[in-house]
């Protein structure tokens, strides 16, 4: 008989929050619309404190929010170990065409007919966790 194992989160600091984001390429664009959450996929890049994210949403749906958020993580099915983390803030579109067009070279996304959009959130909350065994 196999016994359960205990498993914990254990909060990161925001600079090892930084850290495990840099580190991961891949993530999920959250917010609200019509009182509902959508979550897409995305990818990301981090550069001078900002987050790059390019995702399939509309940029008409994404323009004029407050804040944005976005989550990445790195979970081991097996094991249940591995880290999240979620930063939110103020976002814009990427409207300028060239630099719209570097971005789009450097992140592989995916495309949802006219839906390819790139957005820079200015992080300004960040929490991070490790997934660990009790007692890890």
């Not at 194992?5 to 925001?14: P, T």
């Not at 930084?18 to 619309?33: F, S």
């Not at 987050?51 to 990445?72: C, F, K």
């Amino acid at each position: 008989m196999t016994v359960p194992v205990s498993r914990r989160m254990v909060e990161v600091s925001g600079t090892e929050a930084l850290w495990l984001l840099e580190g991961a390429v891949q993530g999920r664009l959250v917010y609200v619309q019509r009182e509902s959450a959508v979550i897409r996929p995305a990818v990301h890049i981090l550069q001078y404190g900002r987050l790059i994210v390019r995702t399939p949403a509309q940029a008409a749906a994404l323009s004029g929010r407050a804040s944005l958020t976005y989550h990445a993580d790195e979970i081991r099915v097996a094991g249940g170990t591995g880290w999240t983390v979620t930063a939110s803030g103020p976002a814009e579109v990427i409207t300028d065409p060239d630099e719209a067009a570097h971005y789009r070279r450097t992140l592989p996304g995916w495309a949802h007919g006219p839906h390819d959009t790139l957005v820079r959130i200015h992080p300004q909350t960040m929490t991070g966790f490790r997934l660990a065994h009790e007692g890890a």
